[in-house]
């Protein structure tokens, strides 16, 4: 079984993404996932967008495809998207509500910046196999209140 930064990948993009090259953008992330050295899928997916300068409609439609697709057919159980701004994503629409859909650490999650992204992916990893070690007695749980029934 593999354990650790196995079952994590992170994606860093940079530029634009629009119609012209979100096709390609979405099979390069498949290509990515799917060439794990380890020879197993991840468990997790980082895209972090900080070096994204813009994100047109189809893009941002896109994206939130691509998430769907993540799960559905390479079985990802988590995507976390990091924007790489408080305000979110750079474009029109808001795709941070339509992307922030975790429950359990399962399904999409959007964080602020890298760090907050592999922090909530070990957290993820090590719920997996044992939701107690989330739990600091002395300054109560690292889990928000929806995440507790894990």
């Known amino acids: 079984d593999v354990t ?4 994590i990948e992170v994606i860093q993009l940079q530029g634009h993404l629009f119609f012209g090259n979100i096709s390609v953008f979405g099979e390069s ?8 050295p380890a020879g197993q899928l991840p468990f997790i997916v980082i895209i972090d967008f900080t070096l994204v300068l813009g994100i047109d409609s189809s893009a941002a439609q896109a994206i939130i495809k691509l998430r769907d697709q993540l799960s559905h057919q390479l079985g ?7 924007p790489g701004s408080a305000s979110g994503f ?3 629409i808001n795709i941070s509500e339509q992307l922030n859909t975790a429950r359990n650490f399962s399904g999409s999650y959007v964080c602020e910046d890298l760090d907050q992204a592999l922090i909530y992916a070990e957290d ?3 719920a997996t196999v044992n939701k107690n070690l989330l739990y600091d007695s002395i300054k109560g749980s690292f889990l928000s209140n929806d995440q507790k029934d894990i």
């Open 4 to 7: 650790g930064k196995a079952k």
């Open 29 to 36: 992330v498949k290509k990515i996932i799917q060439s794990n």
């Open 76 to 82: 990802t159980k988590l995507v976390i998207f990091v």
């Open 90 to 92: 750079p474009c029109e």
């Open 124 to 126: 993820a990893l090590i």
